[in-house]
């Protein structure tokens, strides 16, 4: 018996509780409106269920090694160009490398940071709701960014990256706060429902993946801190 209840918790996977609010509401819904006609039960049913897959939170087993960057976010990388960094997050304006991953509804939208290090700064910007794929959604659009402090080869590299607001995510939510230290793979937020990360990289950076290609939150290495062959991406 237990190795029956082991087994049925790996399948399982635990859900994030800032779905709770919505997967109770979803219940209620079922139940009431599926009392006067079962077309209702079954839509609200479905609906329920898929609110129970989008706040899944699985676990992840993250690769160590010093200079990794990995994903922040499930999905897919739609964007790789040489830009300047947001000016909210206070880096200094040089050229930097960003990395974009977009995610749709059926992505898991909790975040995980990239890096280890120390939180410098955590900026809110408010903006638009655009379509988060679109380039224009790093300036446009809600956002909300944060800067990474993290040791690589006895010099401080500050990472930054930005949570984006998307068509029909209307809210970010943070678990961090400025000042709080963390490790490759840990969780830092969430977006509802639908949008994008960027990670803004030191120029000379090693991106290690392609666009278009699927990423795993806290599992897929997006880029080396150690450098390599120099690839050439447009600038903006």
């Not at 964007?79 to 206070?90: F, R, S």
């Not at 666009?211 to 690839?231: F, H, I, S, W, Y």
């Amino acid at each position: 018996m237990t190795d029956l209840f082991e087994s049925m918790r790996r399948v399982l996977v635990p859900i994030h509780k800032e779905g709770y609010p919505f997967i109770l509401i979803g219940i209620v819904l079922t139940v009431v409106l599926g009392y006067f006609a079962q077309f209702f039960f079954w839509v609200f049913l479905i609906l329920t269920l898929w609110v129970c897959y989008f706040f899944r939170d699985p676990e992840r087993i993250t690769p160590v090694g010093e200079g990794l960057v990995v994903s922040p976010a499930d999905g897919r990388v739609n964007l790789i160009a040489t830009v300047l960094p947001p000016p909210e997050l206070d880096l200094p304006q040089v050229p930097m490398t960003r990395v974009s991953v977009f995610m749709n509804v059926f992505d898991c939208h909790v975040n995980r940071v990239p890096v280890t290090g120390l939180i410098g700064q955590i900026h809110y910007t408010p903006g638009l709701f655009l379509n988060a794929e679109l380039d224009k959604a790093s300036e446009d659009n809600e956002r909300n960014g944060l800067v990474i402090e993290t040791q690589h080869r006895g010099e401080t590299l500050r990472i930054g990256v930005v949570q984006i607001a998307g068509l029909i995510a209307r809210r970010i939510v943070d678990f961090i706060r400025a000042g709080d230290t963390l490790n490759v793979g840990e969780r830092f937020g969430l977006i509802r429902f639908g949008s994008r990360v960027d990670v803004y990289l030191p120029e000379g950076t090693r991106i290690l993946v392609g666009l278009g290609q699927k990423a795993v939150a806290g599992e897929t290495v997006l880029a080396d801190l150690n450098g390599g062959p120099e690839r050439k991406f447009r600038r903006i």
